[in-house]
């Protein structure tokens, strides 16, 4: 089955530096879209940063300029170079991908399970 990995995340002082990583693997054909979410504490699920198959990017206000998506399509890989952390963007941060199968024509929703990120004062 398909399976989204999260890593990178960790403990850092506000002003410092982590860069996530999300590999999918499995029996994949295509990847469409992909992207970073986060959750906070009493908070739903909100996106963070996405990237479009030819590499388009979006943001939310609150990280642009400071937060980096891209993604490596050779090897079903997504990343978010994350400068600058304030203890605000405390949360954990899940992968997602738009997503088809080998031997499948549609496209489904795929997540990881998450990764912490700790930004302290």
């Known amino acids: 089955q398909v399976q989204l990995v999260e890593s990178g995340g960790g403990l850092v002082q506000a002003g410092g530096s982590l860069r996530l990583a999300c590999a999918a693997s499995?029996?994949?054909?295509?990847?469409?879209?992909m992207s970073w979410h986060r959750q906070g504490p009493g908070l739903q699920r909100g996106l963070v940063a996405a990237?479009?198959?030819?590499?388009?990017?979006d943001y939310i206000d609150s990280v642009r300029g400071r937060f980096t998506i891209s993604r490596d399509n050779a090897k079903n890989s997504v990343y978010l170079q994350m400068n600058n952390l304030k203890p605000e963007d405390t949360a954990v941060y899940y992968c997602?991908?738009?997503?088809?199968?080998?031997?499948?024509?549609?496209?489904?929703?795929?997540w990881g399970r998450g990764t912490q990120v700790t930004v302290s004062a």
């Open positions: 997602y991908a738009d997503l088809a199968r080998q031997n499948d024509y549609s496209y489904d929703d795929y």
């Open positions: 499995g029996s994949i054909f295509k990847i469409n879209g």
């Open positions: 990237i479009g198959s030819e590499g388009n990017t």
